[in-house]
């Protein structure tokens, strides 16, 4: 996995409670990025992170914010979770913004 | 709006045969492609990808093709092997926009021994 580790890997939530995800990467890589997937629509960017304290939207943000005090990891935060957020998360990392991102192994969110 | 699209859910092929997964897109400022292979309970991994200036691309058993008047891409798989079973996105970026990828929404493909 290219030394990324997402936790938690499973969590189930209530609707309008916090959550927070965490990427945490080995690589030292620049780039880091939140994805979620669902039937049909494949993967979908939420927000990506091009630096410490540099981050900027995906597609699909509304919902979702992000932050990054260090390289090393990545915090993706529902402020307050909706049952349309019931998904699978992926972190990805690259070293630059066009090489190849590599992914972790995805979080696992249900939201009652 | 789906800007990259891959028509086929599933795709079931026997050992041995070729397996071809094609994807779709429709903005033509798309310059560069990926195919990612996906596990259960496992993240997409990075398998064979092609630059616009190319219009095949070739490693080991997969080979990729660009049609890019047809905006068509496709991967050959041959020949499949059991372990080839996996859901399998085509993804796609524009090279101003490095960053961001496109994802078609995966093709399972099954290989039957």
């Known amino acids: 996995d290219a030394g990324i580790t997402q936790s938690p890997r499973h969590k189930v939530t209530e609707t309008g409670t916090p959550v927070t995800l965490r990427c945490h990467q080995t690589e030292n890589h620049r780039y880091m990025y939140w994805y979620r997937q669902d039937p049909g629509h494949g993967l979908r960017l939420i927000h990506y992170s091009y630096g410490v304290k540099d981050t900027d939207k995906g597609e699909v943000s509304d919902g979702y914010s992000v932050s990054r005090s260090k390289t090393e990891d990545f915090l993706l935060t529902l402020e307050s979770a909706t049952s349309s957020q019931t998904s699978v998360y992926f972190c990805?990392?690259?070293?630059?913004?066009?090489?190849?991102?590599?992914f972790g192994a995805g979080t696992r969110l249900s939201v009652l | 709006d789906q800007q990259v699209k891959q028509n086929s859910p599933s795709l079931s092929v026997q050992e041995g045969r070729i397996s071809i997964l094609n994807c779709d897109y429709t903005?033509?400022?798309?310059?560069?492609f990926l195919w990612y292979k996906k596990y259960p309970a496992e993240g997409p991994t990075f398998l064979i990808s092609?630059?616009?200036?190319?219009d095949k691309n070739e490693d080991g058993r997969f080979t990729v093709f660009l049609n890019k008047s047809a905006k068509h891409l496709s991967l050959h798989i041959v020949p499949s092997q059991p372990g080839d079973s996996a859901v399998y996105f085509c993804?796609?970026?524009?090279?101003?926009?490095?960053?961001?990828?496109?994802f078609g929404e995966g093709t399972q493909l099954t290989v039957n021994p």
């Open positions: 990805a990392i690259s070293e630059w913004d066009k090489n190849i991102q590599y």
């Open positions: 903005n033509s400022m798309f310059d560069y």
């Open positions: 092609i630059s616009s200036i190319k």
């Open positions: 993804a796609a970026r524009i090279g101003t926009s490095g960053s961001r990828l496109t």
